[in-house]
Every structure is written in structure tokens, then in C-alpha cells.
């Protein structure tokens, strides 16, 4: 028996149905092409990281003077690394770079002991990276033959001239310059005036104390 009604409802659910299908087709089409290219790609590699092994030397440039007389222990200084330090696997911290420093010992001149200054190296920024560095350098004491290489006193030269103009005038001073920066050490620890002073410009060795991974 034939029930012409019957195929005509039939014939509109399946023409509806194949309509929503079709739809749904077309809206994951669109979808697929709105998701941005490398949606599922994987993140960039992190950069490389290099090791500054402890015991490498840094030689950094003071960009302001640092002295005995106004210095306290944790005050902050600024300077430059000098020459280009290699480090582990390639890395390398550019010349030029900025140093952070802190001074962790002082002792202003007086009469019966000699000045002291002690720095330390905190940040250095590598590559636009501000890295963690621990690094320090030998204690400059006032009279010592490290200081006078540095010319961190005036104490030094005064002491020759003062023992020159003890000794004589003329060739005699001058002998007597160099005996006074070979006893300099006793002539500043009896006086009150000669204090440490490390002026812009000055290049400080240090010592890394800790290897540390940097980028």
C-alpha cells in the first residue's frame, strides 16, 4: 500500500537532516581556518645557558670613585667588564657589560692602622640578562704594593716625599721616593691621612667564587 504522505515526510527529514550536516560541515571548515598557523607547534627552545666556572678572572672598569674615607660596608658601585670573559660550552660575557658591585669591608685611615678597602662583584648583565655573579678581589690596604700599583693612595708618594726631603734634595730625593715606597706600609700606619682610594677608571681583578649558569 502506498502512503504518499508518509514519503513526503519522510523525503523533508532526510532534506533537513543533510541540511544540518552540511551546516556543521561548513562550521568546522570556518573554525579550522580561523585557528592562527603553528597553533599545535611547539614552543621556542629556551636559550642556551653557559657556565661561568668558579675561579675565572673578570677584570672590570670603576666608573666612580670609591674611598676609605666615605665608604661603608654594603654601599653599591657600578663598572664595566673590561675585556671579553669566556665561559663553558661557547658562552661568552661581552666587554662592556654592566657591573653591580658592593663593597663588604672598610676601614678608614688612622693613626696606627692602615686603610682598607674590600669589594665584591653581585650582578653582571650579559646579553640584556641581569646574572647573579658572586666574585671578589683581594683587600686594597694602604701602603701595600697592590695599592701603590693601582694608585689607590696618595700615601704612598707622599711617604717617598717625605723621606726624600728627609734624605736630601735633588738625586737623593728621588732615592728617597723609592725608599719611601718600599717602607710605605710603616709610614701610613703611623700617620692619620692616607686613606684608600680607587678612582674612575681603575681596573679591579676579580675572582669568580661560584660557578653559576648564565645566558
Not at 603553528?38 to 621556542?44: D, I, T
Not at 682598607?116 to 666574585?135: C, F, K, P, Q, Y
Request: proline share 4%.
Amino acid at each position: 500500500m502506498n502512503h504518499p504522505k508518509l514519503a513526503t515526510l519522510l523525503a523533508g527529514t532526510t532534506l533537513a537532516a543533510a541540511l544540518l550536516l552540511l551546516a556543521g560541515c561548513n562550521e568546522v571548515a570556518t573554525n579550522a581556518q580561523a585557528e592562527p598557523r603553528g597553533f599545535n607547534s611547539p614552543a621556542p627552545a629556551p636559550a642556551p645557558r653557559h657556565t661561568l666556572l668558579s675561579g675565572t678572572r673578570i677584570d672590570v672598569v670603576l666608573q666612580s670613585e670609591i674611598s676609605s674615607k666615605t665608604a661603608n660596608v654594603g654601599d653599591g658601585w657600578h663598572g664595566t667588564v673590561q675585556e671579553a670573559v669566556a665561559t663553558q660550552n661557547g658562552g661568552m660575557i661581552p666587554a662592556g657589560s654592566a657591573v653591580d658591585g658592593v663593597v663588604t669591608g672598610v676601614i678608614p685611615a688612622k693613626q696606627g692602622s692602615r686603610a682598607m678597602l674590600d669589594l665584591g662583584v653581585r650582578h653582571i648583565s650579559v646579553n640584556g640578562h641581569n646574572e647573579t655573579v658572586n666574585a671578589s678581589t683581594e683587600s686594597v690596604i694602604a701602603g701595600s704594593t697592590r695599592a701603590r700599583n693601582l694608585g689607590a693612595i696618595a700615601g704612598s708618594a707622599a711617604a717617598g716625599a717625605l723621606i726624600g726631603s728627609q734624605v736630601g734634595d735633588g738625586k737623593n730625593k728621588a732615592v728617597g721616593a723609592l725608599i719611601g715606597g718600599g717602607i710605605a706600609t710603616a709610614v701610613v700606619a703611623t700617620s692619620d691621612g692616607y686613606q684608600v682610594k680607587l678612582k674612575p677608571g681603575t681596573v679591579m681583578s676579580f675572582t669568580v667564587n661560584q660557578a653559576v649558569a648564565i645566558r
